[in-house]
């Protein structure tokens, strides 16, 4: 059973370009978690996901920020228009639950996005 | 200070020494979880406490958790170089799902 599945591991783009980041989840676990982690610092929540579903966006940047879940595939985080201060190391992360349950969530390698 | 606020933010020890590391919440919680990271690798979860629990083992680590005082603390006893790495404690809110993670405590053990 393989672990939560992030690529790329890293990610240089220029200013102003897209970065699209995607993350698999575990084997049978329908809800993913992106977190965003600035070096030296700990992981800000920024958006929960089911399959299809938004659940909570609340710490996603209201502008150049997306994401989604579809029925099929990965789960994309999507910045437009990348900015120096988007560099990070992206984190995704999964659980077999969601709301209300109390369960371990599994995190992925990360993606690390620079911005030159 | 803010949700999941560790102390301190960085220990330094030799191995064999056990290595304390303390987290304060403000916020109700259902659970408590504590995670380790290696420097440029994702999170690796380690123990999960629940809000009616007061300890918890798991190998060489050990868990309390003090409602009343919202405070958490991992201890990690007989410690070895390999345990080298930044420990984050996470709480899960009594609504919703996501964890809201501290900033971190930085934990070096000197051969």
């Known amino acids: 059973n393989a672990g939560v599945m992030q690529n790329p591991r890293h990610l240089v783009r220029r200013r102003g370009q897209e970065a699209r980041l995607r993350c698999s989840p575990m084997?049978?676990?329908?809800?993913v978690y992106w977190y965003r982690q600035l070096p030296e610092e700990g992981l800000k929540f920024m958006v929960y996901l089911q399959k299809e579903n938004i659940i909570d966006e609340s710490g996603m940047p209201k502008e150049r920020f997306s994401a989604e879940f579809p029925k099929e595939g990965p789960s994309i985080l999507r910045i437009q228009q990348v900015v120096r201060g988007d560099s990070a190391a992206y984190f995704c992360?999964?659980?077999?639950?969601?709301?209300?349950?109390?369960?371990?969530?599994?995190f992925g390698q990360g993606t690390r996005l620079t911005v030159v | 200070s803010q949700q999941g606020e560790e102390d301190p933010q960085a220990l330094s020890i030799q191995e064999g020494e056990n290595a304390t590391m303390n987290c304060s919440y403000k916020t109700s919680i259902n659970n408590l979880q504590w995670y380790r990271q290696n420097s440029g690798r994702g999170l690796v979860h380690l123990i999960l406490i629940r809000s009616n629990e007061r300890e918890k083992h798991s190998g060489r680590l050990r868990v309390t958790l003090d409602t009343s005082k919202k405070s958490s603390s991992l201890l990690i006893t007989a410690s070895r170089a390999a345990d080298t790495a930044s420990y984050f404690c996470a709480t899960g809110g009594t609504s919703g799902s996501r964890l809201t993670f501290g900033e971190g405590t930085q934990l070096t053990v000197n051969p």
């Open positions: 084997k049978g676990h329908s809800h």
């Open positions: 992360a999964s659980s077999p639950a969601g709301r209300g349950s109390i369960t371990e969530a599994f």
